[in-house]
């Protein structure tokens, strides 16, 4: 077992991230402070959701652009919401991003599943459609912490057990996400779509529907995140996460999910994320360039990709080399 895990993607990722940070700290030791890393996490939260949301949705082959979009046109309207119904708890907000996300989810979902158009397609255009349907609904202007709730922006920051309630949603996603995956039947199927769509058909797997349930998985988790990031920045507008969802992309891909799909893990996403997130809050402290904040993390992403090719070339060669021997 040890073994296994120590030639593992996450064992391989582990142990990147320590040697990033001892790097990291022997030019600045209060980085790598328990106490810093903490709030490192914190700064990452969001990320590490969006990043497993758009795991499963690359686990079944599809890929979704549009979760930028999504998390600020949710941002948005829950600062609407707040703005016009101050009185409203903020539980109920929540709820109601969640599900408006879960349905910008579920058009993706719709139009790739039934209409039959590539993911990559539909959510290019989706995220131009949500951030279109943002500068309508906001007219183009800002809401800023003064026209906030008190109540609306301090849920996040608000601390339990000494942890942030930002870190706890992260915290609590991924146990949720390390379940669904591990022990329901919807989790064995995005593995079973993404490995192999046509033998998952045989097994009476829905490859469009179980595609759709990963667009609405992901949907709801930008719709909640949505809500988190405004309340923490507390400020809403209409290019909120602008460019974001490369990033997101980017933590699946570092993360060990293979965009051909059916490959990855939970630990490997959350893992991917936390790379990104110590290169973003690292890099600032010890005076690089922002310039090579993006050729690092560029080349972080070329790396993972080669990585992920390498590692799944060695099965196509024994299965050739098994056919020769069968023939």
Known sequence: MLRHFLRSREAILTGALFFLLALIALRFPAFVAPRNLAAVFNDTAPLIILALGQMVVILTRCIDLSVAANLALCGMVAALINVAAPDLPVVAIIAMVVILGALLGAFNGILVWKVGIPPIVVTLGTLTIFRGIIFLISDGKWINAHEM?????????????????????????????????SRTA???????????????VYTGIDVGRTQFAAFVLAGALAGLTGYLWVARYAVAYVDIAGGFELDVIAACVIGGISI??????????VLGALFLGVIKNALPVVDVSPFWQMAISGAAIIVAVVLNSRSNRPKGRLILRATEVRR
Not at 260 to 269: D, E, L, N, Q
């Open 260 to 269: 051909a799909g059916g490959i990855g893990s939970v630990g490997g996403a």
């Open 186 to 200: 919807l989790g064995r199927s995005f593995f079973a779509v993404g490995g192999n769509p046509h033998a998952a």
């Open 149 to 181: 709730t008190e109540g609306f922006k301090a849920l996040p920051r608000a601390d339990i057990l000494g942890i942030p309630m930002l870190s706890w949603f992260a915290i609590l996603t991924i146990a949720g996400f390390a379940l669904l995956i």
